[in-house]
């Protein structure tokens, strides 16, 4: 079956400017996870979803950031007022539920890089 | 709070020989899941083998075991027969069950299988 897909998959910016990130779970998972990939922080935990569960944002960097997910499908993630430290890779991930012994299947991510 | 260490930041092997990558962690939990990742050039994040810490028997998956030392808070992977599509940067990663359900990961160790 399909994975997880992402759009873009690469995405240049300007500074200052808003951009938007996509991610479609694989079909049927109810937990859906955003982490953040860069050289100088590794791999970062962002935000995630559990059915129509409050989200925990506890790994959200700043109030620039935000994300939603609608339906308990698609999430969008927002960054507001973009920065040049925002240049990284945002990876999304799903799984069947949030329970920890689920897997997390990750999309192929999108590069977004901040000019 | 938990943190988890993979000390070698490269490492090379020649095709059809075996290599081990390590990865250290702290924490005070008793309970938790770990996971080593695999991240191809493509960037998608591939799970290679899980581990609950509960079990004390090693998790395999055809060319792919752990060594896992609670103890010692060790947990190691060991690929055996090398082959040259497991070039990749490999994560270990933990879900801590005090720290909510997202992975924490270590800082990664890049592999190259020398022909």
């Known amino acids: 079956g399909a994975g997880v897909s992402q759009s873009p998959s690469n995405k240049v910016t300007e500074k200052g400017k808003d951009v938007e990130l996509r991610c479609d779970p694989i079909?049927?998972?109810?937990?859906l996870y955003w982490y953040r990939q860069s050289l100088g922080q590794g791999l970062e935990f962002l935000i995630y979803f559990q059915g129509n569960s409050a989200p925990d944002k506890s790994g959200l960097p700043s109030d620039r950031f935000s994300a939603e997910r609608t339906g308990g499908s698609v999430s969008t993630l927002t960054i507001q007022r973009t920065q040049q430290e925002d240049s990284a890779v945002y990876l999304c991930?799903?799984?069947?539920?949030?329970?920890?012994?689920?897997?997390?299947?990750f999309g192929p991510g999108t590069r977004l890089t901040v000019l | 709070a938990q943190t988890v260490t993979q000390s070698q930041p490269e490492m090379s092997v020649q095709e059809a020989e075996t290599v081990t990558l390590s990865c250290t962690y702290d924490?005070?939990?008793?309970?938790?899941?770990l996971f080593w990742y695999k991240q191809p050039p493509s960037r998608q994040m591939i799970l290679v083998i899980r581990q609950e810490a509960y079990k004390q028997q090693n998790a395999t998956e055809n060319r792919f075991s752990v060594n896992f030392q609670k103890a010692a808070k060790s947990f190691s992977l060991k690929i055996s027969d090398s082959q040259l599509g497991d070039t990749a940067m490999y994560f270990c990663a933990f879900i801590f069950h005090n720290a909510g359900n997202m992975l924490t990961f270590g800082g990664g160790t890049r592999l190259m299988v020398k022909p």
């Open positions: 079909s049927g998972h109810t937990a």
């Open positions: 924490t005070s939990e008793n309970n938790y899941y």
């Open positions: 991930a799903s799984s069947l539920d949030s329970s920890s012994t689920d897997t997390q299947y």
